[in-house]
T-cell receptor, first 112, second 115 residues
């Protein structure tokens, strides 16, 4: 399939290692944040979300950390697998009606 | 299975032609969205609809039009006024409502190219 991110920042990770993907968000009033995974030629897939009243949330093999002081969001993937290779987007909810502002994305490449 | 279906997967447009992209959801979601994705960029909002028979312009609505006659359907028309339509178009839906803080769920996109 075609790549959806030809000039994205790239994170190369060895299989089995942990990955950390970072995102700086823009609006200090944003109260809800989401991480999406997008594989080539497909739509974004929901991974995990976090509300602004939390600092950390864990899912299956993933953890999202929120630092509101510096407007920073991170996604940690434990024991990265080849199937984790994709583009990862963060998104912030910037109005009360659910509109999202998306970051440019990070390409994660898992090497054997 | 519940989900969002976009069709066609690939679409080609001739100069001066309008084309319509289909988006159907069976999630019983009130809110639906259309995004455009270009290489190396994040998603940009074209139009959104919070409820049937109502929709609003997003950040890049020029050259596009939508309708929302049914809850499950939100078609996007790319008009001849859109001079650079080549992109990957994504439709999404969410439960909707003010302060709902719910994720948007996406279809698998339509890739539009110029002939």
């Amino acid at each position: 399939g075609e790549s959806v991110g030809l000039h994205l920042p790239t994170l190369s990770v060895q299989e089995g290692d942990n990955s950390i993907i970072n995102c700086a968000y823009s609006n200090s009033a944003s109260d809800y944040f989401i991480w999406y995974k997008q594989e080539s030629g497909k739509g974004p897939q929901f991974i995990i979300d976090i509300r602004s009243n939390m600092d950390k949330r864990q899912g299956q093999r993933v953890t999202v950390l929120l630092n509101k002081t510096v407007k920073h969001l991170s996604l940690q993937i434990a024991a990265t697998q080849p199937g984790d290779s994709a583009v990862y987007f963060c998104a912030e909810n910037y109005d009360s009606w659910g509109k999202l502002q998306f970051g440019a994305g990070t390409q994660v490449v898992v090497t054997p | 299975d519940g989900g969002i279906t976009q069709s066609p997967k690939y679409l080609f447009r001739k100069e001066g032609q309008n084309v319509t992209l289909s988006c159907e959801q069976n999630l019983n979601h009130d809110a639906m969205y259309w995004y455009r994705q270009d290489p190396g960029q994040g998603l940009r909002l074209i139009y959104y609809s919070q409820i049937v028979n109502d929709f609003q312009k997003g950040d890049i609505a020029e050259g596009y039009s939508v309708s929302r006659e049914k809850k499950e359907s939100f078609p996007l028309t790319v008009t001849s006024a859109q001079k650079n339509p080549t992109a990957f178009y994504l439709c999404a839906s969410s439960i909707g409502g003010a302060h709902s803080n719910q994720p948007q769920h996406f279809g698998d996109g339509t890739r539009l190219s110029i002939l």
